[in-house]
């Protein structure tokens, strides 16, 4: 379901996208996807925290890298959007239009989820030989770029090696985004370690505009990362989690993913928190009130 009741030009998982010509108009609803599925039920406010969050990484690495956003003030809404300024308050960004690449920026800082699963079966993550006696949750001695392909709705994002991604992209704009994206998490992962988060992963999407690279989509949220709490973190086992790896773990705990049916209905309770802990790591790495709850 769209935010407001003018048909997208494109939708994703989460997102409305708007074609404005030269720009986009890109809003954030509260749906949430899970195991390649939009769930039927969506999570307050999840929208507003993707689109403040990301503003404020923006802002903070604007030294660190170009990003594609122009505004996000409600007075800079097209007039055809204008009506419908109290339901978009928070959850959209007007931006430039990029030249997208077509690849995923993954960087890993810790062993978690399928970097954790390749590791075990054969000691290299997306082909990047590792250390042994890893385990669980490990921090790695220094960030690794893994990229992945961009998949349609319903299908997987698939891992490849960088050797694949130069295939894909060319050897020279390969190396510039995993020197980008590497250079993007190192400085966020050492502010939100002052702010008590840890960043175990995140993606990023980069795109050109007039020949520079920008950084773009969002960028450094819950949906696109895996933020763990600094002072619970233990090596050996899995981490509690500001991010919605808490809707997984529920969905792993009481539906069957190749049983072909549906995702089952969320319970409220499931849906509290995980609203709750979006909210939380907006505060916790902005230092700031979260002003929509």
């Keep these: 379901m769209s935010v407001i009741d003018i048909e997208p030009d494109a939708q994703g998982k989460v997102r409305d996208l708007y074609d404005l010509g030269d720009r986009l108009l890109v809003v954030a609803s509260d749906r949430i996807s899970a195991f390649d599925y939009i769930l039927e039920d969506e999570i307050p406010h999840k929208g507003q925290v993707l689109t403040q969050l990301s503003c404020f990484w923006f802002k903070l690495l604007d030294g660190v890298i170009e990003n ?11 007039e055809r959007f204008k009506p419908y300024a109290d339901a978009l308050e928070g959850r959209f960004m007007l931006v430039k239009k990029a030249d997208m ?9 810790y062993l978690a989820g399928s970097s954790l699963k390749e590791y075990q079966a054969q000691g290299t993550v997306c082909g990047i030989e590792l250390p042994g006696g890893l385990v669980n949750s490990s921090k790695l001695e220094t960030p690794i770029f893994t990229p992945s392909t961009k998949a349609e709705i ?7 090696s960088f050797e694949r991604c130069a295939e894909i992209i060319g050897d020279e704009a390969a190396a510039e985004l995993r020197d980008a994206a590497i250079k993007v ?7 939100a370690a002052d702010h008590g988060i840890i960043i175990a992963d995140t993606k990023f999407e980069f795109g050109r505009v007039g020949g520079r690279l920008i950084l773009a989509d969002e960028v450094l949220t819950p949906d696109s990362s895996r933020f763990w709490p600094g002072d619970e973190y233990e090596p050996g086992k899995s981490q509690s989690s500001f991010d ?3 809707v997984r773990d529920w969905l792993t705990a009481h ?9 089952p209905r969320l319970p409220e309770d499931v849906i509290k928190r995980t609203s709750e802990k979006y909210i939380e790591a907006y505060e916790k790495i902005t230092g700031e009130k979260f002003p929509f709850a």
Excluded: F, M
Aim: net charge negative; hydrophobic share 30%.
């Design 68 to 78: 594609h956003l122009i505004s996000a003030d409600v007075a800079d809404l097209p």
């Design 101 to 109: 690449y077509p690849v995923e920026c993954i960087v890993r800082g």
């Design 154 to 160: 319903g299908d997987h994002d698939e891992n490849i």
């Design 185 to 191: 998490y190192t400085a966020a992962r050492d502010h």
């Design 244 to 246: 919605k790896q808490y």
């Design 255 to 263: 539906w069957d993913k190749e049983s072909g049916t549906k995702p």
